[in-house]
């Protein structure tokens, strides 16, 4: 490896690290934004994506440089091409955010007071998943990554267990019927966004094992 492939290297890391880190706040304050019903911390959310989307753009960029100009092989070229996809599911994840904050906000103006299933439970699950799954990637640790893809199917049930409980209350009380479809919308979102935590810990494992485990049970 020559000092400068490098150096672009270990430029490339710290990029990927300071998006997951821009991502992580995101997310932080989306959460906040649906618990709280805190119209300002979804607006920040909001006018933060801009940024974000712009350096996920750097990011690749780098990426595909690199690739480019050194042609790296074996765990290098591993590397790169895991940092592609990681810097894309974290663009999805500050979108999710982004969808997160735009129906708290919705929801501060409609009937309703509260959520028919523990929604602050299942906003705790997804966001330790994003938590871990970034962990795993700076500590290069394959069993917390691990740990992230079994966690998914939390997630799922949190999400099944919401979408039963807003029909039912949709059903007997059809007035909030806008109110129960922002939850639900917001509980699909977290899903989703488990979705893309796991992505990125399936990463993980391919960059430091080479292991493709993609659709395999855990």
Do not use: W
């Not at 400068?4 to 997951?20: C, M, V």
């Amino acid at each position: 490896m020559t000092r400068h492939f490098q150096n672009e290297i270990e430029r490339l890391k710290k990029k990927i690290l300071r998006l997951a880190a821009m991502v992580e706040d995101t997310l932080q304050k989306a959460v906040r934004s649906a618990t709280e019903m805190n119209t300002e911390l979804a607006d920040e959310v909001i006018d933060s994506d801009p940024a974000i989307d712009s350096y996920e753009i750097e990011v690749e960029e780098d990426c595909l440089k690199i690739l480019a100009l050194h042609q790296p092989v074996a765990a290098d070229l591993r590397y790169i091409v895991a940092v592609l996809k990681i810097n894309s599911d974290l663009e999805r994840i500050a979108d999710l955010a982004v969808n997160i904050a735009e129906h708290a906000r919705e929801s501060v103006s409609l009937p309703g007071k509260s959520a028919p299933f523990n929604l602050t439970s299942m906003l705790d699950a997804a966001m330790t998943m994003v938590r871990q799954s970034v962990d795993a990637l700076v500590k290069q640790d394959v069993n917390m990554a691990r740990e992230v893809i079994q966690n998914d199917d939390l997630v799922d049930e949190f999400h099944r267990a919401a979408f039963h409980s807003c029909l039912k209350q949709i059903q007997a009380d059809p007035g909030n019927v806008g109110f129960h479809v922002n939850l639900l919308s917001i509980s699909r979102n977290l899903e989703r966004i488990a979705d893309h935590a796991t992505n990125i810990a399936e990463d993980v494992i391919y960059m430091i094992e080479g292991e493709i485990v993609r659709h395999r049970g855990y």
